[in-house]
């Protein structure tokens, strides 16, 4: 038994029939072969698969895809203004060397984003408290926070 | 992991028993059973329902009833298997008169995981094993009542 | 454009963050081949029993099932091997018992797989497993590997009697080491435990093998950190199909820290099950299977004893460890507690006298092998313990301690090398250096000031120390070769000048977080005096490099780069023939200077791209000249390198819950030359964390029955962003003697320093607080830490 289903997926409408056990992450992966959100765990908790659902970042392993059914949703692949761009981010990250194998990269970055959306002036203790839901491996933190830090001192330029 | 506790009932040992060797009771007071058989005198086939926390399963799997001692207690053995791992038990089980009308009813024994029931569940099975056996009891004072 | 020279040094930003940072990385589950089919497996929920029967009726007729393996099917196929043989004391070869793609009679471990079943979906495979029926008669179960070598104990395989893969000693007689013992002024002893840790790469291991039968040509592509190794390994020693049939890919991958070095079972027999099928088959671990798959690290046993004269001077280190293997032999699980770990005893100080006895058991646990460190963790946890603790129990100052056991600085150049007493040369070393740099940087003085004041206040602080040494660069291939080795450790680079000079270099080294599409490219364009954007780096595919080594033990620029390096010498060399041929001029003549080939004493020069496409345009050549610019190297290194470095941890201590809160972490490394600060900085990072995890919150934890019972990252406590301060980082560069870069390596450090120093940071607040604790059991949660405080 399949069920249809009709999200916007980095601005673009897609309409598909999925099996009701079908994971969000699974269906972006999978069926629209968006493969930058990726998925460490089964448990919910490494925030590999962050992504924005309706402006909000979500682990899309938690969710099923039709639970996502008239969602807006945007994934790493659509974070930035246009493919030429880079959101400020994905700027800081690289600027502030925040990825390593890159693996934990597009989760760490859709979960910044909100934390940059509530609170434009994070402290460096608001940044890890906001990422604790984020597992890295490789970096040790220490330039994630920067690369927030950088992204929000940049966001702000731009606004002023 | 260790599984004791006690509790006192309002009816005499003897109504205690026979609600406890009666199959249909037993599958309606036991938390979680959606099917028991008995195969003869000393022993079940059943199937059971059981969420612990992150990990829901069903559970096949035997009962066995050993060292009967009519009105005194019993051995339950169980083993139980389901797709997230299995779980066997000997549970030593006595009751004691206390008065005319009263009998206490203590549990006592040795329950073993494995596969991810024990890597996911170990946490949390103390608390659902409390729970289960608050029903249990709770199921059972039900059934007493006239 | 970049600047063209001077890259060596610079902080340039790395290439290949771009395909990362916008989600276009290419790791191994993201693949879907045409005709894909998914594997699920049927695992062992005990950690020892028979397998009576196995029932794949009911599953074979469930939709979407294309195939069903058991244990039976591959009883002719042989078992993973081993990569490293260590010979018991009395010579024997170790105890190597069969561990197969699938089990048929008995599962060692929990997790030791039953059967495969191969669908057209991963959903279909995984009901379809679900439906497998397999009867067990559970055996009683061995964890402890203290315990596993007593007479009675379960027996993991009928061919390991007492489960005793092996036992070693490494260094001074053990009478000599006893009798400084006995004669020393003041005896430090500790009883510990260095848990086991599971390696938690965030990307889980996956692997997707093709066969192409109209080729005969198989593709695999892993999550490996070394895929040539790989290669050899299934082709030669499992599954017995020609090497040249065989391509293995290692894509992007998320991750190692060591854990993605082994050749796993499922390797082979997704290899095997593709031949069999003529279809591709998938398989992306779940992390339930990562935490009961991947091999695990550490897992020691030790009772050491250090001696001291009067005055403090080290007489003499006496250890004795159980080294637990898990259930079967992984690739390298024989060197780690033996080679990598007891030759890192003497550690940076002069010991005269060092003894360690080994024994290496088999339990019903996963698999133990080399995880980010690899055996010199453990050297150094045990060393910084005993010399922080021996400090307290002499009321000496640790830092002063060290100074005074400290061998003295060597160039390596000038001054010999150190000859330890467990068989290594040090290459280099200022050892003073380092910790000189961390107290200043501590501010230690001021900071033993103020922990007296909050003792007085009733607050606990506390700092440690660890001044680590580690042996990286692995390996030269003689010595390695001596000590059981199965492989050289050298490796290949390839230098390829494209007719537009334009340059491609394919490494035998895997980046999976290094950086090496940055560090390599530096390095080549700066000895060629090129921008970066004109050099690639090739890696992880055997079919486009020739052959490769991979990277763990932080060789990859050490000995990676160095192969490189002698490519780019031997295209230099040939650049000035050609140029030599161009100006009709000696080629002795010519130099190679900022890029441009010039012939000395005239105003003759070719830029670099010139050269190159007259390699490939060889018009009017004299004979005996070749035409090409293309030059692989295969570099095998004269000895280890060595880094080292100091490591001060600064805690606070809760009196009333035991909560430990790391509120400073001081680094001082010295990895010799360093090409990219940036990336070197996010290595010590990485690892610092790592190995603070160890500290604070890690450690696998197995009940009486092989059960993990904290198999999944709701139970594992992971290191989390808000559990760290800032890390504070400086380097020393003391430069390898005898690479051409001079570098040592840098992956591993901080991961192998910080450990101890978290640890001797709480046993030294408590110390403060006047509680003399000898060892609390790592990790050091609040309630360990509440506990040793009762006492
Ligand atoms: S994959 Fe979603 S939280 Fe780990
Ligand atoms: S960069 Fe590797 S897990 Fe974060």
Same mark, same amino acid.
């Given at each position: 038994?399949?069920?249809?289903?009709?999200?916007?997926?980095?601005?673009?409408?897609?309409?598909?029939?999925?099996?009701?056990?079908?994971?969000?992450?699974?269906?972006?992966?999978?069926?629209?072969?968006?493969?930058?959100?990726?998925?460490?765990?089964?448990?919910?908790?490494?925030?590999?698969?962050?992504?924005?659902?309706?402006?909000?970042?979500?682990?899309?392993?938690?969710?099923?895809?039709?639970?996502?059914?008239?969602?807006?949703?945007?994934?790493?692949?659509?974070?930035?203004?246009?493919?030429?761009?880079?959101?400020?981010?994905?700027?800081?990250?690289?600027?502030?060397?925040?990825?390593?194998?890159?693996?934990?990269?597009?989760?760490?970055?859709?979960?910044?984003?909100?934390?940059?959306?509530?609170?434009?002036?994070?402290?460096?203790?608001?940044?890890?408290? @906001?990422?604790?839901?984020?597992?890295?491996?490789?970096? @040790?933190?220490?330039?994630?926070?920067?690369?927030?830090?950088?992204?929000?001192?940049?966001?702000?330029?731009?606004?002023? | 992991?260790?599984?004791?506790?006690?509790?006192?009932?309002?009816?005499?040992?003897?109504?205690?028993?026979?609600?406890? *060797?009666?199959?249909?009771?037993?599958?309606?007071?036991?938390?979680?059973?959606?099917?028991?058989?008995?195969?003869?005198?000393?022993?079940?086939?059943?199937?059971?329902?059981?969420?612990?926390?992150?990990?829901?399963?069903?559970?096949?799997?035997?009962?066995?009833?050993?060292?009967? *001692?009519?009105?005194?207690?019993?051995?339950?053995?169980?083993?139980?298997?389901?797709?997230?791992?299995?779980?066997?038990?000997?549970?030593?089980?006595?009751?004691?008169?206390?008065?005319?009308?009263?009998?206490?009813?203590?549990?006592?024994?040795?329950?073993?995981?494995?596969? *991810?029931?024990?890597?996911?569940?170990?946490?949390?099975?103390?608390?659902?094993?409390?729970?289960?056996?608050?029903?249990?009891?709770?199921?059972?004072?039900?059934?007493?009542?006239? | 454009?970049?600047?063209?020279?001077?890259?060596?040094?610079? +902080?340039?930003?790395?290439?290949?963050?771009?395909?990362?940072?916008?989600?276009?990385?290419?790791?191994?589950?993201?693949?879907?081949?045409?005709?894909?089919?998914?594997?699920?497996?049927?695992?062992?929920?005990? #950690?020892?029993?028979?397998?009576?029967?196995?029932?794949?009726?009911?599953?074979?007729?469930?939709?979407?099932?294309?195939?069903?393996?058991?244990?039976?099917?591959?009883?002719?196929?042989?078992?993973?091997?081993?990569?490293?043989?260590?010979?018991?004391?009395?010579?024997?070869?170790?105890?190597?018992?069969?561990?197969?793609?699938?089990?048929?009679?008995?599962?060692?471990?929990?997790?030791?797989?039953?059967?495969?079943?191969?669908?057209?979906?991963?959903?279909?495979?995984?009901?379809?497993?679900?439906?497998?029926?397999?009867?067990?008669?559970?055996?009683? #179960?061995?964890?402890?590997?203290?315990?596993? !070598?007593?007479?009675?104990?379960?027996?993991?395989?009928?061919?390991?009697?007492?489960?005793?893969?092996?036992?070693?000693?490494?260094?001074?007689?053990?009478?000599? !080491?006893?009798?400084?013992?006995?004669?020393?002024?003041?005896?430090?002893?500790?009883?510990?435990?260095?848990?086991?840790?599971?390696?938690?790469?965030?990307?889980?291991?996956?692997?997707?093998?093709?066969?192409?039968?109209?080729?005969?040509?198989?593709?695999?592509?892993?999550?490996?950190?070394?895929?040539?190794?790989?290669?050899?390994?299934?082709?030669?020693?499992?599954?017995?199909?020609?090497?040249?049939?065989?391509?293995?890919?290692?894509?992007?991958?998320?991750? /190692?820290?060591? $854990?993605?070095?082994?050749?796993?079972?499922?390797?082979?027999?997704?290899?095997?099950?593709?031949?069999?099928?003529?279809?591709?088959?998938?398989?992306?671990?779940?992390? +339930?299977?990562?935490?009961?798959?991947?091999?695990?690290?550490?897992?020691?046993?030790?009772?050491?004893?250090?001696?001291?004269?009067?005055?403090?001077?080290?007489?003499?280190?006496?250890?004795?460890?159980?080294?637990?293997?898990?259930?079967?032999?992984?690739?390298?699980?024989?060197?780690?507690?033996?080679?990598?770990?007891?030759?890192?005893?003497?550690?940076?100080?002069?010991?005269?006298?060092?003894?360690?006895?080994?024994?290496?058991?088999?339990?019903?646990?996963?698999?133990?092998?080399?995880?980010?460190?690899?055996?010199? &963790?453990?050297?150094?946890?045990?060393?910084?313990?005993?010399?922080?603790?021996?400090?307290?129990?002499?009321?000496?100052?640790?830092?002063?301690?060290?100074?005074?056991?400290?061998?003295?600085?060597?160039?390596?150049?000038?001054?010999?090398?150190?000859?330890?007493?467990?068989?290594?040369?040090?290459?280099?070393?200022?050892?003073?250096?380092?910790?000189?740099?961390?107290?200043?940087?501590?501010?230690?003085?001021?900071?033993?000031?103020?922990?007296?004041?909050?003792?007085?206040?009733?607050?606990?602080?506390?700092?440690?120390?660890?001044?680590?040494?580690?042996?990286?660069?692995?390996? &030269?291939?003689?010595?390695?070769?001596?000590?059981?080795?199965?492989?050289?450790?050298?490796?290949?680079?390839?230098?390829?000048?494209?007719?537009?000079?334009?340059? $491609?270099?394919?490494?035998?080294?895997? $980046?999976? /977080?290094?950086?090496?599409?940055?560090?390599?490219?530096?390095?080549?364009?700066?000895?060629?005096?090129?921008?970066?954007?004109?050099?690639?780096? !090739?890696?992880?595919?055997?079919?486009?490099?020739?052959?490769?080594? /991979?990277?763990?033990? $932080?060789?990859?620029?050490?000995? /990676?780069?160095?192969?490189?390096?002698?490519?780019?010498?031997?295209?230099?060399?040939?650049?000035?023939?050609?140029? #030599?041929?161009?100006?009709?001029?000696?080629?002795?003549?010519?130099?190679?200077?900022?890029?441009?080939?010039? !012939?000395?004493?005239?105003?003759?020069?070719?830029?670099?791209?010139?050269?190159?496409?007259?390699?490939?345009?060889?018009?009017?050549?004299?004979?005996?000249?070749?035409?090409?610019?293309?030059?692989?190297?295969?570099?095998?290194?004269?000895?280890?390198?060595?880094?080292?470095?100091?490591?001060? #941890?600064?805690?606070?201590?809760?009196?009333?819950?035991?909560?430990?809160?790391?509120?400073?972490?001081?680094?001082?490394?010295?990895?010799?030359?360093?090409?990219?600060?940036?990336?070197?900085?996010?290595?010590?990072?990485?690892?610092?964390?790592?190995?603070?995890?160890?500290?604070?919150?890690?450690?696998?934890?197995?009940?009486?029955?092989?059960?993990?019972?904290?198999? +999944?990252?709701?139970?594992?406590?992971?290191?989390?962003?808000?559990?760290?301060?800032?890390?504070?980082?400086?380097?020393?560069?003391?430069?390898?003697?005898?690479?051409?870069?001079?570098?040592?390596?840098?992956?591993?450090?901080?991961?192998?320093?910080?450990?101890?120093?978290?640890?001797?940071?709480?046993?030294?607040?408590?110390?403060?607080?006047?509680?003399?604790?000898?060892?609390?059991?790592?990790?050091?949660? +609040?309630?360990?830490?509440?506990?040793?405080?009762?006492?």
């Amino acid at each position: 038994m399949s069920i249809r289903i009709n999200v916007t997926v980095n601005g673009v409408a897609f309409s598909h029939e999925v099996e009701p056990r079908l994971l969000l992450v699974n269906y972006l992966r999978d069926v629209l072969r968006l493969t930058g959100t990726h998925v460490g765990c089964d448990t919910s908790s490494c925030g590999a698969c962050t992504i924005h659902v309706n402006g909000k970042a979500t682990k899309s392993c938690t969710m099923l895809a039709v639970q996502a059914d008239g969602c807006e949703i945007t994934t790493i692949e659509g974070i930035a203004p246009s493919d030429d761009e880079l959101h400020p981010l994905q700027e800081g990250f690289r600027e502030c060397h925040g990825l390593q194998c890159g693996f934990c990269t597009p989760g760490m970055i859709m979960t910044a984003a909100d934390i940059l959306q509530n609170n434009p002036n994070p402290s460096e203790e608001e940044i890890r408290v @906001g990422l604790e839901g984020n597992f890295c491996r490789c970096t @040790g933190y220490h330039n994630i926070v920067k690369s927030v830090q950088y992204a929000a001192h940049k966001m702000k330029e731009v606004t002023v | 992991m260790q599984l004791t506790g006690n509790h006192v009932v309002e009816a005499s040992p003897a109504k205690v028993w026979a609600l406890l *060797m009666d199959t249909d009771t037993l599958a309606r007071i036991v938390p979680g059973v959606t099917k028991l058989e008995k195969i003869d005198d000393t022993t079940f086939k059943s199937t059971l329902g059981v969420k612990l926390g992150p990990v829901s399963a069903a559970f096949n799997g035997n009962l066995q009833m050993e060292n009967v *001692m009519e009105e005194k207690g019993f051995t339950l053995k169980i083993q139980q298997n389901s797709k997230v791992g299995n779980a066997s038990a000997a549970i030593e089980i006595s009751l004691t008169p206390l008065e005319e009308t009263k009998t206490a009813i203590a549990f006592n024994g040795d329950v073993k995981l494995s596969g *991810m029931l024990a890597t996911m569940g170990q946490r949390l099975i103390g608390g659902v094993a409390n729970t289960l056996s608050k029903q249990f009891f709770s199921n059972m004072e039900k059934e007493l009542l006239p | 454009m970049s600047t063209t020279h001077g890259l060596i040094g610079k +902080s340039v930003k790395r290439v290949e963050d771009r395909r990362f940072i916008t989600g276009h990385g290419k790791y191994t589950d993201d693949i879907i081949l045409p005709g894909q089919t998914y594997a699920s497996f049927v695992r062992s929920p005990y #950690a020892h029993a028979k397998i009576l029967s196995v029932d794949t009726n009911a599953a074979a007729s469930m939709p979407g099932v294309v195939a069903i393996f058991t244990g039976a099917d591959v009883e002719n196929v042989n078992g993973v091997p081993c990569g490293w043989q260590v010979n018991f004391k009395n010579g024997h070869h170790m105890k190597e018992p069969k561990h197969p793609l699938l089990v048929a009679d008995k599962a060692k471990h929990v997790g030791d797989a039953i059967a495969i079943v191969i669908a057209e979906s991963q959903a279909e495979a995984v009901d379809a497993a679900e439906a497998i029926v397999v009867e067990y008669e559970e055996l009683p #179960a061995i964890v402890d590997a203290s315990k596993a !070598v007593e007479d009675g104990a379960p027996q993991v395989h009928d061919s390991a009697p007492n489960n005793i893969c092996f036992d070693w000693a490494l260094g001074n007689p053990i009478e000599e !080491v006893d009798a400084a013992i006995a004669a020393s002024a003041h005896v430090t002893t500790l009883d510990f435990v260095n848990q086991r840790l599971v390696p938690n790469a965030i990307e889980p291991r996956a692997y997707n093998a093709s066969y192409d039968q109209y080729n005969d040509k198989y593709t695999l592509y892993t999550s490996t950190q070394n895929p040539h190794l790989i290669r050899l390994l299934m082709c030669a020693f499992v599954l017995g199909i020609p090497e040249h049939r065989v391509r293995v890919v290692g894509p992007d991958v998320g991750g /190692g820290f060591g $854990s993605k070095i082994f050749h796993y079972t499922e390797e082979a027999l997704l290899t095997w099950c593709t031949h069999k099928l003529r279809r591709p088959v998938k398989w992306t671990s779940t992390r +339930s299977e990562s935490f009961l798959l991947d091999a695990h690290g550490r897992d020691h046993i030790t009772k050491a004893d250090m001696g001291f004269d009067a005055s403090g001077n080290i007489t003499a280190l006496r250890v004795k460890t159980y080294a637990n293997l898990g259930a079967y032999l992984s690739t390298f699980a024989s060197c780690v507690p033996s080679y990598l770990h007891g030759t890192l005893l003497q550690g940076l100080y002069t010991t005269p006298k060092i003894n360690i006895d080994l024994v290496a058991v088999f339990t019903n646990t996963t698999a133990v092998d080399a995880y980010r460190g690899a055996g010199r &963790p453990e050297a150094t946890y045990l060393l910084e313990r005993l010399l922080d603790l021996a400090a307290h129990e002499m009321n000496m100052d640790p830092a002063e301690l060290r100074f005074k056991n400290f061998i003295p600085p060597f160039d390596g150049v000038t001054q010999p090398g150190y000859q330890t007493q467990v068989a290594l040369q040090y290459d280099s070393g200022n050892y003073h250096g380092v910790l000189e740099k961390g107290l200043a940087m501590l501010g230690y003085e001021d900071f033993r000031k103020a922990q007296k004041e909050a003792a007085n206040n009733g607050k606990l602080l506390g700092v440690g120390f660890s001044t680590y040494i580690e042996a990286c660069g692995i390996a &030269p291939s003689a010595v390695v070769g001596s000590l059981g080795a199965r492989a050289g450790l050298y490796e290949v680079g390839h230098v390829r000048v494209q007719p537009s000079g334009k340059i $491609s270099v394919y490494t035998g080294a895997h $980046s999976h /977080g290094q950086g090496h599409e940055t560090t390599f490219a530096q390095v080549v364009a700066d000895k060629l005096g090129l921008p970066m954007e004109d050099v690639e780096i !090739v890696h992880g595919d055997s079919e486009a490099v020739a052959f490769g080594m /991979g990277t763990y033990g $932080s060789r990859s620029l050490a000995v /990676g780069g160095s192969a490189i390096i002698k490519s780019l010498e031997k295209v230099i060399e040939k650049g000035k023939k050609i140029a #030599a041929h161009k100006f009709e001029a000696n080629p002795e003549d010519v130099d190679f200077v900022e890029g441009r080939f010039v !012939v000395k004493g005239t105003h003759h020069s070719a830029p670099f791209s010139d050269i190159a496409l007259r390699a490939y345009v060889p018009h009017h050549y004299p004979a005996g000249l070749e035409p090409g610019l293309d030059f692989s190297s295969f570099y095998d290194p004269a000895n280890f390198t060595y880094p080292f470095g100091c490591h001060i #941890a600064v805690v606070e201590v809760d009196k009333e819950t035991g909560k430990v809160q790391l509120t400073r972490f001081v680094a001082v490394d010295d990895v010799g030359n360093i090409i990219n600060p940036m990336i070197v900085e996010g290595q010590i990072h990485g690892g610092v964390v790592q190995g603070v995890g160890q500290a604070l919150f890690e450690g696998a934890e197995y009940d009486e029955n092989g059960q993990l019972t904290n198999g +999944s990252y709701m139970d594992y406590c992971m290191p989390r962003a808000d559990d760290f301060p800032m890390i504070e980082t400086a380097s020393q560069v003391t430069p390898c003697p005898h690479n051409p870069l001079g570098v040592k390596g840098a992956g591993e450090a901080g991961c192998i320093g910080s450990t101890p120093a978290v640890v001797n940071a709480v046993i030294d607040a408590l110390w403060s607080g006047g509680h003399k604790v000898k060892d609390i059991r790592m990790p050091l949660t +609040s309630e360990r830490v509440w506990r040793a405080m009762q006492q």
